[in-house]
């Protein structure tokens, strides 16, 4: 009697593995809706702008969250297994098909969509937070944050699309591949 009730577990583990449980289940019902998920995501971000353009400040916050943007940005636009640390410059390394012929290869990110979207919105809603506390109201001159995150963006994308041109891949797929050969009419040709 007295190891069943050691084995079983307390009131606050069941408590957050019950709140775990619901995040996970209202997770999964909203990865089909890629659209619906990204414009809440962009309406929250608009609603953080607002509150830290009405109230003039937090612009740290501001700034070290759209550095983890980019960040992520970074890593949504790049492929799972980077040509770049498998091959010597003086290789060309693995490419992307480019006659009907080749084998058809979709582009594999090393942050995947969904991943990315999740990742903004609890970075957003930490920053969020953070804007209620004046611990992190660091008085700052805020278009020298602007300034230096825009040469930031600048310089990191030139790099990413350097990248994406040596190794010619393009991180969007575009469309479904087309089989070659003949194309089936639906017609039933009897014999």
Same mark, same amino acid.
């Given at each position: &009697?007295e190891d069943e009730i050691r084995d079983r577990p307390g009131f606050v583990s069941r408590f957050f593995s019950s709140? !775990? ?7 999964? @019902?909203?990865?089909? #809706?890629?659209? $619906?998920?990204?414009v809440v995501a962009v309406l929250f971000l608009m609603a953080f702008c607002a509150r830290i353009f009405l109230i003039?400040?937090?612009? /740290? =916050?501001?700034y070290a969250l759209f550095i983890y943007y980019l960040n992520m940005f970074l890593l949504f636009l790049t492929p @799972?297994?980077?040509? $770049?640390? !498998?091959? %010597? %410059?003086?290789? %060309?390394?693995?490419?992307?098909? @480019? ?7 979709? +582009? *594999?990110?090393?942050?995947? !969509?969904?991943?990315?979207? #999740?990742? &903004? *919105?609890? @970075? ?9 506390? !004046? =611990?992190?109201?660091?008085? =700052? ?7 230096? +995150?825009? /040469?930031?963006?600048?310089?990191? &994308?030139?790099?990413? /699309? *350097? #990248? ?9 797929? =575009? ?8 194309? %089936? ?7």
């Amino acid at each position: &009697m007295e190891d069943e009730i050691r084995d079983r577990p307390g009131f606050v583990s069941r408590f957050f593995s019950s709140i !775990e449980l619901k995040y996970q289940y209202y997770l999964d @019902s909203f990865t089909p #809706h890629t659209t $619906a998920r990204w414009v809440v995501a962009v309406l929250f971000l608009m609603a953080f702008c607002a509150r830290i353009f009405l109230i003039q400040g937090f612009y /740290i =916050v501001t700034y070290a969250l759209f550095i983890y943007y980019l960040n992520m940005f970074l890593l949504f636009l790049t492929p @799972s297994i980077d040509p $770049a640390l !498998e091959f %010597d %410059d003086d290789d %060309d390394g693995p490419v992307l098909p @480019s006659r009907t012929s080749d084998e058809f290869r979709p +582009f *594999m990110r090393r942050l995947p !969509e969904f991943k990315f979207w #999740h990742s &903004m *919105m609890k @970075s957003t809603l930490i920053g969020f937070v953070c804007t209620f506390f !004046e =611990v992190f109201d660091v008085p =700052v001159f805020w278009p020298i944050l602007v300034m230096y +995150f825009i /040469i930031l963006f600048c310089l990191t &994308m030139k790099r990413q /699309i *350097m #990248h994406m041109i040596k190794y010619k891949y393009i991180p969007f797929t =575009v469309g479904k591949p087309k089989r070659s050969g003949k194309e %089936d009419t639906g017609k039933v040709v009897v014999g």
